[in-house]
C-alpha cells in the first residue's frame, strides 16, 4: 500500500483499526511495535500513528473506508454542482488571467434544503424595500 506513507491516524483510530482499547495501543507503541509522532493540536501535543506502520488489513480498512466517504459526498448534488462550478470559474480567471476574451460559461444550479430555503425567504422578507428590489432585479437578470 504503497500510498499510505503520508497519511497518520489518531491513536482512537488505530484502536478501532486494530480492535484494540486505548491501553493495548498505548503498551504497543511503548514497545515500539509502531512508531509514533507528536503533533500539536487542540492547544496540545497529541500523538499520530502512519498509517504504514500498520497491518496491511488495517491499511485497507482504513482507505477503503475513506473511499466510500468520499464517494458518499461525490455523491451529493449539491457537491457536484459547487466543484463543477468551482472549476469553471477557475478556468474563467486563468482565460481572463491569459488575456483570452471571455467565453460564456454555464453554471449548474445549486440545490438548497428546505432549511436553507426559510433562511435565505425569511431574509428577503425581512429585508428592506430597496434591498428586495435590488434582490429581484439580480435575480431577474439570472433568469435571462
Given at each position: ?19 484494540v482499547d486505548r491501553s493495548t495501543l498505548q503498551r504497543q507503541i511503548k514497545a ?105 432585479q439580480a435575480m431577474a437578470a439570472l433568469i435571462l
Amino acid at each position: 500500500m504503497g500510498k499510505t506513507n503520508n497519511i497518520f491516524i489518531s491513536l482512537k483510530e488505530g484502536c478501532a483499526l486494530l480492535g484494540v482499547d486505548r491501553s493495548t495501543l498505548q503498551r504497543q507503541i511503548k514497545a515500539e511495535k509502531y512508531p509514533v509522532v507528536q503533533v500539536k493540536s487542540n492547544g496540545g501535543q497529541q500523538y499520530r500513528i502512519p498509517l504504514s506502520s500498520l497491518p496491511q488489513s488495517a491499511q485497507h480498512t482504513y482507505l477503503m473506508k475513506l473511499a466510500r466517504e468520499e464517494s458518499d459526498r461525490m455523491a451529493d448534488p449539491k457537491v457536484q454542482a459547487e466543484l463543477w462550478n468551482a472549476e469553471t470559474l477557475e478556468l474563467a480567471r486563468k482565460d481572463a488571467a491569459a488575456g483570452k476574451p471571455p467565453r460564456k460559461i454555464k453554471l449548474r444550479p445549486v440545490p438548497v434544503d428546505q432549511d436553507e430555503l426559510n433562511t435565505v425567504w425569511t431574509a428577503f422578507e425581512n429585508a428592506p424595500k430597496k434591498a428586495k428590489q435590488k434582490a429581484q432585479q439580480a435575480m431577474a437578470a439570472l433568469i435571462l
